[in-house]
């Protein structure tokens, strides 16, 4: 666990140099407020992620759906959200969010009480709001700048800045620390097996930035940091709806 520990620390450190560094130089910011150095080479990871989403996501995604009852694809994501709770409630304590830890860890007794682990959303039924954070929201909340447009192979749009929360993120669950084998690789499973989920009931919206515009990077680039700065905006009176915000109360 040191080790681990000490690995993460060391990615921080040297992404959140890079974030610093590139937010200090005006050049290749467009007009949108982009900063995209990398450019050349996140087209052709976009290019490799829009070429595997054709290939294996998107029809995995469809014959997930396909097979899957409806009832067990909503227990797989209602257990997936559950178990990503502990996390939340860590990043609301590092954000000193106290209400979102608090409702983060009341969700995840009642449901892990009273839902069979998590398989039914309990909280629902008894109005306890949904929330969720991340270590990149935590950083940005700590001031640490965005830093450069990355796209990522496989999992796609990311910033400098979420590219070091996704690291820390692998740690920040306490589950995995405390969990024995197997259990500890449910997490795992069931996460995937929402992300299939929510790739099939985004398809149109996905296949439509992927697929259909003249553009495919330039769309999928300014549609996840609109986005991305959206859900950290400081201000809940924005009126705009995230189009990609799924309702995931299920039961």
């Not at 700048?145 to 990355?150: D, K, L, N």
Request: some cysteine; aromatic content about 10%.
């Amino acid at each position: 666990m040191t080790i681990r520990c000490l690995f993460t620390a060391f990615v921080l450190m040297i992404i959140i140099g890079l974030g610093a560094c590139t937010a200090s130089n005006p050049q290749a910011v467009n007009e949108s407020g982009i900063y995209d150095p990398y450019e050349n080479t996140n087209r052709r990871i976009h290019t490799f992620n829009r070429s595997f989403d054709r290939a294996v996501f998107r029809p995995v995604s469809k014959g997930y759906a396909a097979v899957m009852p409806d009832a067990a694809e909503t227990a797989i994501a209602n257990f997936a959200a559950n178990a990503s709770m502990p996390a939340v409630m860590v990043n609301g304590l590092l954000q000193a969010d106290l209400s979102t830890s608090a409702l983060a860890g009341s969700r995840f007794f009642v449901n892990t009480a009273f839902g069979f682990g998590g398989l039914l959303n309990v909280s629902k039924a008894l109005d306890i709001p949904e929330v969720r954070s991340d270590f990149g929201e935590t950083l940005y909340v700590w001031g640490a700048a965005e830093g450069a447009y990355i796209e990522l192979p496989i999992l796609g749009p990311s910033t400098e800045r979420d590219t070091a929360g996704k690291v820390v993120d692998l740690f920040t669950n306490p589950l995995g620390f405390v969990l024995d084998k197997p259990e500890r690789y449910y997490r795992t499973i069931t996460a995937a097996g929402k992300g299939l989920s929510e790739r099939n009931r985004l398809s149109d919206m996905i296949d439509a930035i992927l697929y259909e515009s003249a553009d495919s990077y330039s769309q999928a680039r300014i549609t996840y940091l609109q986005r991305r700065r959206f859900q950290l905006a400081p201000s809940n009176s924005i009126a705009e709806i995230d189009p990609f915000e799924l309702n995931t109360e299920g039961f």
